[in-house]
C-alpha cells in the first residue's frame, strides 16, 4: 500500500525557479531514506538527488548548487527547490525510496509532476 504522490510543477522559463512536494503514504517515513528522480522525454528514469532519515543529502552533479532537497517528517513530505532552472531540466518529477529503480515496485510510483522548462 505504499504510495507516492508528487506535485508543484508547471511552466517557467529558463533561469526560473520551482519547488516540487512529495508526500508518502503506506510507510514509516521518517526512517526512511527518499529520493527525487525523474524521466525525460526519451529517457529513462533517472535519480537527482535523496535525504537521509538523519538530513544527510546527497545530488548528481548536474543539480548540484541548483537543487536543494529537504523533508518535512510531520507532513510526510520532500521537497525539491529548483533553481536556475535549464530546458534539459525538463521532464517528469517523481519521489520514492531510495533504491535501484529497477528495485522498486512499480505500483508505488505516482503520476509525477511535469516540469516544462522554456528556453
Known amino acids: 500500500q505504499v504510495q507516492f504522490a508528487e506535485s508543484g510543477g508547471g511552466l517557467v522559463q529558463a533561469g526560473g525557479s520551482l519547488r516540487l512536494a512529495c508526500t508518502a503514504s503506506g510507510i514509516t517515513f521518517a526512517i526512511n531514506t527518499i529520493a527525487w528522480y525523474r524521466q525525460a522525454p526519451g529517457k529513462q528514469r533517472e535519480f537527482l538527488a535523496r535525504i537521509s532519515s538523519g538530513g544527510d543529502r546527497n545530488y548528481v552533479d548536474s543539480v548540484k548548487g541548483r537543487f536543494t532537497i529537504s523533508r518535512d517528517n510531520a507532513k510526510n513530505t520532500v521537497y525539491l527547490r529548483m533553481n536556475s532552472l535549464k530546458p534539459e531540466d525538463t521532464a517528469v518529477y517523481y519521489c520514492?525510496?531510495?533504491?535501484?529503480?529497477?528495485?522498486?515496485?512499480?505500483?508505488?510510483w505516482g503520476q509525477g509532476t511535469q516540469v516544462t522548462v522554456s528556453s
Open positions: 520514492n525510496t531510495f533504491a535501484l529503480i529497477a528495485a522498486i515496485q512499480p505500483n508505488t
